[in-house]
């Protein structure tokens, strides 16, 4: 089993562009949450999905929408891209919202 | 609001030293805390969490309701413990919630 995995890599965008990011979760888990993480900080959460909903969401603006397909893995996108939301995007996996476990993330860079 | 604070950003010690690496929470109630690690170029994994009372890697962890606090601790630190740590507690207090970060400790064991 290789985890959580997590594509792309890197990816660098320009203001006002859209951009998707993939993470498809640790085998047997059913549960995806993401989060960033700005340089020197801890992760934040974004929001979490469970049966293909958003079940809980974290402080972060409409621009922010993801979905989880029936495989369990998940999308997460971003529109109108500011320079802020430059960071590292973390997706992380769990069994009915126990234990998460972390992919290698997205480092994501606006221009 | 339920917040962790991590109050070192930089925790810097000698092979061999005890270390302690500090972690308060504000919840109200019994909360499930955890301890992530992430070594240079590897991805965030949990290193213990409060409910299973394991030792890992050397480390403990107790909670001290009274002080809510949840400090890390090794006796004897090695020079591949350096790494980030975050404390981490779920939103709801237990598990099942979004994980709320602290901002981590960046610790560095000397030789």
């Known amino acids: 089993d290789a985890g959580v995995t997590q594509s792309p890599t890197h990816l660098i965008k320009t203001r006002g562009q859209q951009v998707t990011l993939r993470c498809s979760p640790k085998?047997?888990?059913?549960?995806v949450s993401w989060y960033q993480q700005a340089l020197g900080q801890g992760p934040q959460f974004i929001f979490q999905?469970?049966?293909?909903?958003?079940?809980q969401r974290g402080n972060f603006p409409d621009r922010f929408s993801g979905h989880q397909f029936p495989n369990y893995s998940s999308e997460l996108n971003v529109n109108a891209l500011l320079l802020g939301d430059s960071a590292l995007y973390l997706c992380?996996?769990?069994?009915?919202?126990?234990?998460?476990?972390f992919g290698p993330g997205t480092r994501l860079t606006v221009l | 609001a339920q917040r962790v604070t991590q109050p070192e950003k930089l925790l810097s010690v000698f092979k061999g030293a005890p270390v302690e690496l500090k972690c308060n929470y504000s919840?109200?109630?019994?909360?499930?805390l955890f301890w992530y690690v992430q070594y240079s170029r590897q991805r965030l994994q949990l290193l213990l969490r409060?409910?299973s009372r394991e030792s890992i890697k050397g480390f403990t962890a107790d909670l001290n309701k009274g002080e809510t606090s949840f400090h890390l601790k090794k006796p004897f630190a090695q020079e591949e413990d350096s790494a980030m740590y975050y404390c981490?507690?779920?939103?709801?207090?237990?598990?099942?919630?979004?994980?709320?970060f602290g901002k981590g400790t960046k610790l560095s064991v000397k030789p």
């Open positions: 999905y469970y049966e293909e909903e958003e079940r």
């Open positions: 981490a507690l779920p939103s709801y207090g237990g598990s099942q919630g979004n994980l709320i």
């Open positions: 085998s047997g888990h059913d549960t």
């Open positions: 992380a996996s769990s069994f009915v919202g126990d234990t998460q476990y």
């Open positions: 919840y109200s109630g019994s909360p499930e």
């Open positions: 409060h409910i």
